[in-house]
């Protein structure tokens, strides 16, 4: 028997086998059983250089918007950057995709990719890229953990027990709870709700871990943030995917540029929305376009539906 290679699991076999080419096993086992993951520096692989390469490309972005420049061992200032929300003590950088060709980089990281593609059985598409830019103070929750899901609910505020949401965030300072890592609350995936006011907190455990490794998490998961206690920045680089069906946060469909397409794979293409037909005028739904990225997964079981309704419409109907 040839796990991977079942005709019924077409669509999702490529995605077994980046798995465990990547060695990421015991890294979905964490994200199934507990909701979240720590992935190290040596298997998010990420090239040689490419850590300081992103960390100085977000310090250089920061000083474009707030006009102060950041030094990691130094507490920093919000400046005369606008964008909300903020504190005395953090800021977040939107839209990064943009603002550097590094982060189209970052989003075709084979580690990154795969998790999100098996979060969101390979309907992913990317949500928000951002940076969270974080010194000694409270933050953004006054001090409390701020617990919370990433996922949209439903009408009667149910989650799904799948996940809509796939987060991950690369960290590029070391994540300590004194240096205000992430808190995750184990397990509080399964629960498919967000928390009650003060619920979760004395379950909360802060998820540390050095600089360069990948922290991933299922939409559900419960999760803050630990204040920060000492000198220094916390920074990362916070990629947030989301299932087709669901409303992007930032835009990307309308702003991604036939250049960026061009020179990256057509994974890109279907995380940016290039394969999104919907939101048509009278032309109707562009269907090359779709077509033209589509995954050969999905292109061959497009295919063989098509041919199954010609057969049909074909066939002479039976007289009884």
């Not at 920061?62 to 030094?71: D, F, N, P, Q």
């Amino acid at each position: 028997m040839q796990f991977g290679e079942f005709k019924s699991t077409e669509t999702i076999n490529p995605i077994y086998k980046r798995i465990k080419e990547l060695e990421l096993e015991q890294h979905i086992l964490d994200l199934d059983t507990y909701g979240f993951t720590v992935i190290p520096p040596e298997k998010v692989a990420a090239p040689d250089g490419f850590l300081e390469r992103i960390t100085e490309t977000v310090l250089r972005i920061a000083k474009e918007r707030s006009g102060v420049e950041l030094k990691l061992d130094e507490n920093g200032s919000v400046g005369t950057y606008k964008a909300q929300p903020q504190t005395g003590s953090q800021y977040l950088l939107y839209y990064l995709l943009m603002a550097d060709p590094i982060f189209e980089e970052w989003l075709m990281n084979p580690t990154l990719y795969t998790i999100g593609c098996y979060l969101l059985h390979g309907q992913q598409q990317l949500s928000s890229l951002v940076s969270f830019v974080k010194w000694k103070g409270d933050g953004l929750m006054g001090g409390s953990l701020g617990l919370h899901t990433d996922s949209p609910p439903d009408r009667d505020g149910r989650l799904p027990t799948c996940s809509d949401i796939s987060n991950a965030a690369y960290c590029l300072t070391d994540y300590t709870e004194e240096n205000g890592c992430i808190a995750m609350v184990p397990g509080s995936h399964r629960y498919a709700r967000g928390p009650n006011p003060g619920e979760g907190i004395k379950d909360a455990v802060p998820v540390e871990a050095p600089k360069g490794s990948l922290i991933a998490w299922h939409g559900n998961t419960w999760h803050g943030a630990y204040p920060k206690k000492t000198d220094g920045l916390r920074l990362n680089v916070t990629t947030y995917m989301c299932h087709k069906r669901i409303k992007t946060q930032e835009q990307y469909k309308q702003g991604v540029t036939q250049e960026m397409l061009d020179r990256n794979p057509p994974e890109f293409a279907r995380l940016v929305g290039a394969d999104d037909m919907m939101g048509w005028n009278e032309s109707g739904p562009d269907i090359a376009k779709m077509m033209k990225y589509m995954s050969p997964e999905n292109k061959k079981l497009i295919a063989e539906r098509m041919s199954e309704m010609a057969k049909a419409t074909s066939e002479p109907a039976e007289v009884s």
